[in-house]
Nanobody
Framework: HVQLVESGGGSVQTGGSLRLSCVAS????????MGWFRQVPGKEREGIAV???????SYADSVKGRFTISKDNAKFTMYLRMNTLKPEDTAMYYC?????????????????WGQGTQVTVS
């Protein structure tokens, strides 16, 4: 069955950088939509960066210009490079994958989710 495992979270100072990784098992990262979402306790999960099967990317306004989503098909891995981090970026970050390409910005498209990795910016 499909498994997604995130890594790379941690604590960083304002203005710092982190790179998150999401390794997929039993899933080809070129199959469909993949994305990064984040959630703060008490708030809804939000999509911040998505990448389609043809490598088309889209970003939330809050991270545009600072975050970069990418994937390495050969390594079955998706990445999120986060630069110029702000305290408001503090959240649990989740990777997600879908069985097909489509409306990658819609959370309902995604069937598979990782367990999350915490990012704290202070």
């Amino acid at each position: 069955h499909v498994q997604l495992v995130e890594s790379g979270g941690g604590s960083v100072q304002t203005g710092g950088s982190l790179r998150l990784s999401c390794v997929a098992s039993a899933y080809t990262v070129s199959r469909g939509c993949m994305g990064w979402f984040r959630q703060v306790p008490g708030k809804e999960r939000e999509g911040i960066a998505v990448i389609d099967s043809d490598d088309t990317t889209s970003y939330a306004d809050s991270v545009k210009g600072r975050f970069t989503i990418s994937k390495d098909n050969a390594k079955f891995t998706m990445y999120l490079r986060m630069n110029t981090l702000k305290p408001e970026d503090t959240a649990m970050y989740y990777c997600a994958a879908a069985d097909a390409a489509g409306d990658c910005g819609s959370m309902s498209e995604y069937q598979y989710w990782g367990q999350g990795t915490q990012v704290t910016v202070s």
